[in-house]
């Protein structure tokens, strides 16, 4: 007998769902995720967050000196008239997305706006930590005391 014969081959139907699974995964992530644009802008970083749809009111923005987090919720409107949606692909539901920012920022001199579906957050460098050293010559160093 050939062992070929005895692994089982998936069906066509079986293949397609298979290869649906990556396309589902993704579109999860996305709706959980929201896209975003971070930007170095000198003395501010600033943070764009592409949520259409959400009511500013039903946005959370959290700001620490080194991380920035976005939750909210995009609420379906109803359809009015009685008529039903026969294919959307619009994200609708909850989100978060938790930024680490490459600089530290000063929360408390940072501000939110939001625009046309695009929430910004401007966030100024904090010089809060920050110091110069001098560095001195010890015993040993390669300068010769005379």
């Given at each position: 007998?050939?062992?070929?014969?005895?692994?089982?081959?998936?069906?066509?139907?079986?293949?397609?769902?298979?290869?649906?699974?990556?396309?589902?995964?993704?579109?999860?992530?996305?709706?959980e995720?929201?896209?975003?644009?971070?930007?170095?802008?000198?003395?501010?970083?600033?943070?764009?967050?592409?949520?259409?749809?959400?009511?500013?009111?039903?946005?959370?923005?959290?700001?620490?000196?080194?991380?920035?987090t976005?939750?909210?919720?995009?609420?379906?409107?109803?359809?009015?008239?009685?008529?039903?949606?026969?294919h959307?692909?619009?994200?609708?539901?909850?989100?978060?997305?938790?930024?680490p920012?490459?600089?530290?920022?000063?929360?408390d001199?940072?501000?939110a706006?939001?625009?046309n579906?695009?929430?910004?957050?401007?966030?100024?460098?904090?010089?809060?930590?920050?110091?110069?050293?001098?560095?001195?010559?010890?015993?040993?160093?390669?300068?010769?005391?005379?």
């Amino acid at each position: 007998m050939d062992a070929r014969s005895l692994v089982p081959w998936p069906d066509r139907e079986d293949v397609g769902r298979l290869m649906e699974w990556p396309q589902r995964m993704l579109t999860q992530m996305m709706r959980e995720m929201p896209s975003i644009e971070l930007c170095d802008e000198g003395e501010a970083l600033v943070v764009r967050v592409e949520v259409p749809g959400v009511d500013p009111e039903d946005l959370d923005v959290e700001l620490t000196p080194q991380q920035l987090t976005v939750r909210g919720e995009i609420r379906q409107s109803s359809g009015g008239d009685g008529q039903g949606i026969y294919h959307s692909e619009r994200r609708y539901g909850r989100f978060h997305r938790s930024v680490p920012l490459p600089a530290t920022v000063d929360p408390d001199s940072a501000q939110a706006s939001y625009r046309n579906g695009l929430l910004e957050v401007r966030m100024p460098r904090s010089a809060a930590g920050r110091k110069k050293l001098r560095v001195q010559a010890g015993e040993g160093s390669s300068k010769q005391q005379h």
